[in-house]
């Protein structure tokens, strides 16, 4: 964006460090280079997941007889499929499909409020702000009962050292995995506050730009695109 | 804070279809995510490997629409968009020597 860099363009001359050479001011470049090495950390997450799954038994039954066992990997639709509320009620994945819902909608909020960081609309970053906020706790509450449904399961549930559902690993890998990506929506959220209380407060209408949005912004749907990985490698496939 | 310390800053109209494709991007991711649950339910778990395969294309698809348009990678600078792009291609490595790794633990045991 023009506007951006040149709100971050010092006086300086090229060879005095006056230039951006990637056209990005400091913060927002290793805000960058930190989702880089973010995505490693999640990567070698799934990664794992996929050489433990692959080290285990198979199932080689039909998903209408699948019963669960210790002895292979479960199907994860025939262990999410729980939906608050519906008690008894079989609704494979749809929980977790409100949740990616909620968080593809928080993306957009809060590419709204970098937008209208652009244009120096106070009101309208306060308003998206504080959609991203909320959709990021709506986020947050449903992962939290999810954890509750996965731990008590149907009386044995599961913790890191045994699990109903299938081998232990099964269990180990849900708690790191979906807990490693909640605490980046928990900071998320955390650093959305932020943001808002200094857009409320005009901090940024005072500095002249609403950069610090864009750099949270990529913060956030970062935990938006980590989630789309998770929502398929652990989930569907 | 003292309103009179304000300084009066000029807000720039809104670009409608820049916002329009905006929320088009959320659409399509959507749409993706519900083709993805067509796909789970609708293909049956015999073909594994197609679906498999179905979901990381739609997987790829929609992290190029987050990275691209949300975070707004495609606009900036060639060098910052490849120098994301490229260190990505360790955790392809990454995935394959693990996963390769693990299907030979499955034939020992």
Known sequence: ?237 | MAHAEEIEVQVIPADKAKIKKLWMTALILLIITIVEFAVAFGVPHEYKDARVWIFIIMTIVKAAYIVGEFMHLRYESKVLLWSILIPTLFIIWMLTAFIYEGMAISTVR
Request: aromatic share 20%.
């Open chain 1, 1 to 237: 964006m023009s506007s951006t860099s040149a709100a971050t363009a010092s006086e300086r001359s090229a060879w005095d460090g006056g230039a951006s050479p990637m056209g990005a001011s400091y913060g927002k470049l290793m805000m960058w280079f930190f989702l880089l090495s973010d995505a490693f950390t999640f990567s070698a997450l799934l990664i794992t997941y996929g050489l433990v799954r692959s080290a285990h038994g198979v199932y080689e039954g039909t998903v209408d007889a699948f019963k669960f066992s210790q002895e292979y990997w479960p199907i994860p639709e025939k262990v999410f499929e729980a939906i608050p509320f519906f008690h008894g009620l079989e609704a494979p994945l749809v929980f977790v499909g409100i949740m990616t819902f909620i968080l593809i909608m928080s993306s957009v909020t809060m590419v709204l409020a970098v937008e209208a960081g652009h244009r120096m609309d106070r009101v309208a970053v306060e308003k998206w702000m504080l959609w991203t906020i909320v959709g990021g706790i709506a986020f947050l509450g449903c992962q939290a009962w999810e954890w509750s449904h996965f731990i008590h399961g149907s009386g044995v549930g599961a913790s890191l050292t045994h699990n109903e559902y299938g081998p232990p690993d099964f269990a180990d890998f849900f708690f790191f995995i979906t807990g490693f990506h909640g605490f980046h929506v928990f900071s998320g959220v955390c650093f959305n506050f932020l943001i808002y209380y200094n857009t409320v407060t005009g901090v940024y209408q005072r500095r002249g730009h609403y950069e610090m949005v864009e750099k949270v912004g990529l913060y956030w749907h970062f935990v938006d695109l980590v989630w789309v990985f998770v929502f398929t490698f652990f989930y569907l496939v």
